[in-house]
């Protein structure tokens, strides 16, 4: 793609330059390979649910979401799983596609295994059409080496995204 030319004393190519360095420089250090995204259904009934898949070679990693909610049907959610080039890393993302969800959660965790998490988030809605993340407050939920959860007495039970980067746990020889 060529860039644009014209405008006044080369701001237009001083411009096109600036942005193509800043897209060299903002790529990510790391391919990460194809995710995996597989929808399931988030039940309401107070009932305690897991879903979980693997990732990555000899499905080297795992992400499980565990929850309970209340009022309404059925929502469609779903898991995306994808791993690094050199599969030292892995993310797990679990959301609703449409936005906010409308059930009450009474509970909710997220765990890795074969990985220690690096970065975890947690958001009472999901970035749908116009509208953005909207993030939990972090006294609603807690990060630990392997999992995401609620915090007990201080989540306000509102979840539609989870977002987990874990890199590959080292084992001792």
Not at 72 to 98: A, Y
Not at 146 to 165: C, D, N, Q, Y
């Amino acid at each position: 793609m060529a860039a644009p030319s014209g405008g006044r004393n080369g701001v237009g190519a001083r411009f096109w330059a600036a942005l193509l360095l800043g897209a060299v420089a903002l790529r990510p250090v790391e391919a990460v390979s194809e995710p995996t995204t597989v929808a399931f259904d988030v039940r309401p009934g107070g009932v305690v649910h897991s879903f979980s898949q693997n990732v990555g070679p000899g499905d080297k990693y795992t992400c499980t979401f565990t929850y309970a909610s209340q009022g309404g049907t059925n929502e469609q959610w779903q898991m995306s799983l994808g791993t690094s080039e050199d599969h030292q890393h892995f993310t797990c993302t679990i959301w609703r596609p449409q936005g906010k969800s409308y059930l009450f959660f009474t509970q909710f965790k997220a765990e890795v295994r074969g990985a220690q998490i690096e970065y975890a988030m947690a958001y009472s809605a999901a970035a749908f059409e116009r509208e953005s993340d909207v993030p939990l407050k972090n006294e609603e939920f807690e990060v630990t080496k392997t999992s995401v959860a609620h915090r007990p007495g201080a989540f306000k039970a509102e979840l539609s995204k989870l977002v987990i980067v874990a890199k590959a746990s080292h084992t001792e020889l």
